[in-house]
């Protein structure tokens, strides 16, 4: 494969905070699924770890141009280090798995082909036989459960972390944390389709999750309002035409 760094077809963005132990596994498994697609660029971005997922990324560059690292100086959370990445990225396709191995790299093409349609802005992975204990399970249930009944967007699953979608559908939208988990809604405010691609979940490598459960549910309920009041208040935007 000719890799083109400068016009990738694809860009996988990976966040990741005190996953040394999981980096060279992943990058592995994203390099082997994302072979067949074509020209593709993989952006870790380290979202302020204190332990060597650092030195294990610039390792793993060493013999992979296609890789690429951004690191923040402190942590600024998932939805920060998702957007850094997207800004980052070269290619008009992004892709987003969590750095813990929990989301199986084998599923991006068919994130990707679910792109092939231009009316569709987003492809959200759906777990199944999700490998969390039982009270995240639960936890997530009740807040997809929610989230679902206000926003209805018709995704059950938008913890997700993979997930494809058009990078320029992604920088119109409003920025704010946890912008991940609600994707679904307001991509579908902006006239987009949203194609559900189910995936199967795993267990953690090596580690522990290092981004805390309440923002899951109990933090999430302001922005949930705020979504909400963003759908309401959305207005068909006119077809305009200079005239000379």
């Known amino acids: 494969m000719t890799h083109t760094p400068s016009a990738p077809r694809i860009s996988v963005v990976v966040p990741v905070k005190n996953e040394a132990l999981n980096i060279l596994p992943l990058v592995e498994e994203i390099e082997q699924a994302c072979a067949p697609l074509g020209s593709f660029e993989v952006i870790y971005v380290d979202d302020g770890s204190t332990d060597a997922t650092v030195e294990q990324v610039l390792g793993a560059r060493a013999t992979r141009p296609w890789l690429r690292l951004v690191r923040h100086e402190a942590s600024c959370g998932q939805s920060a280090a998702v957007r850094t990445g997207v800004y980052a990225a ?25 792109l092939d349609d231009p009316a569709t802005g987003l492809a959200a992975g759906q777990r199944v036989g999700r490998k ?3 009270y995240k399970k639960w936890q997530s249930r009740i807040a997809n459960g929610v989230r679902g009944r206000i926003l209805k967007d018709g995704t059950r699953d938008t913890g997700c972390g993979l997930k494809a979608f058009r990078r320029d559908v992604y920088l119109r939208l409003p920025y704010f944390d946890a912008l991940h988990r609600f994707m679904p809604a307001l991509i579908k405010r902006d006239g987009y389709g949203i194609a559900h691609v189910d995936v199967v979940d795993r267990p953690r490598h090596a580690g ?4 805390g459960l309440f923002d899951r549910l109990w933090v999430g309920i302001l922005d949930l309002a705020g979504v909400w009041w963003l759908i309401r208040r959305r ?4 077809v305009a035409q200079e005239i000379n």
């Open 90 to 114: 070269h290619a008009p396709i992004v892709v987003t798995l969590d750095g813990d191995g929990q989301n199986d790299p084998a599923f991006i093409p068919k994130l990707v082909a679910a």
């Open 208 to 211: 522990q999750s290092n981004y």
């Open 132 to 134: 969390d204990g039982s």
């Open 235 to 238: 207005r068909r935007v006119p």
